[in-house]
């Protein structure tokens, strides 16, 4: 495949999934599954989605399932487990997933060693976080005195935040404020090593990081995939896998032996 083939090639992207009881017609069984709006952002910016549920031996599978993309999403889904920062459960803390915590640390970290573009939305960032040394604040309610995070019922609230001038995340979204969809009762607390806050609500709660290196990761605290509108934070995830892939088929063109 030449150069300008692999630039035409669309970026696979994976997202990772819950993995949940669900039924349909007569079966009510355990299935993997996200919302239809991750993936029609992904879509919809020039990606191609493929869906990562939780495996037996995450460690084993991680590198061979990141052999298969040029990008990394973190979805949205329940609490991440405490224990994985060394806090008590708080009782209104979400029962542990430890499939899916172990499957997305080692996605991530792996995505990380490669220095595979991520873009982490809201249970995503909190878990970029613990992965970097990070604690969270287990119920904002009682942290912060507000209801304005998660008011329930399955609607998301409507929260202004505002985007730092110097960042990665104003390049896609544009600097000040800024209003986005919440639906989450836990938050940031101790920021991870390597992490720099880039947007902030007005009580200080932190809603989006980035890494402070290179390497492409953008976390947000609100669900962008609810916004039909406003697909800018998937579109530039998906420009940067787009980037990744053409250096990595690059990089593996070098690599071959040269026919005596």
Not at 225 to 236: I, S, Y
Request: charged share 20%; proline share 6%.
């Amino acid at each position: 495949m030449s150069g300008s083939d692999v630039a035409r090639v669309r970026p696979v992207i994976g997202l990772t999934t819950y993995l949940e009881q669900a039924k349909q017609g007569v079966w009510d069984v355990r299935a993997a599954f996200l919302p239809q709006q991750y993936f029609d952002a992904v879509t919809a910016s020039g990606g191609i989605a493929v869906l990562l549920p939780p495996q037996p031996e995450p460690d084993a599978a991680a590198p061979a399932v990141l052999d298969g993309i040029d990008g990394l999403i973190l979805t949205g889904g329940l609490d991440v487990q405490p224990e994985l920062y060394g806090a008590e459960r708080h009782p209104l803390t979400d029962p542990a997933r430890p499939d899916r915590d172990a499957w997305e640390l080692a996605l991530f970290r792996g995505a990380e060693e490669r220095r595979m573009p991520v873009l982490a939305i809201c249970r995503g960032l909190q878990l970029v976080n613990v992965a970097k040394g990070g604690t969270l604040h287990q119920h904002l309610p009682e942290a912060l005195g507000t209801e304005r995070y998660r008011i329930g019922g399955g609607v998301f609230a409507t929260n202004e935040v505002t985007v730092d001038a110097d960042s990665r995340l104003a390049g896609l979204v544009g600097a000040g404020s800024l209003d986005v969809h919440s639906y989450h009762h836990q938050g940031v607390d101790r920021l991870g090593e390597g992490l720099v806050v880039t947007a902030r609500a007005d009580d200080g709660l932190v809603q989006a990081f980035e890494s402070d290196g290179d390497h492409y990761l953008v976390g947000v605290q609100w669900h962008p995939e609810e916004n039909a509108e406003d697909r800018r934070l998937f579109a530039g995830l998906v420009a940067e896998a787009s980037t990744f892939r053409a250096a990595s088929a690059s990089v593996a063109s070098e690599g071959k032996a040269v026919p005596a």
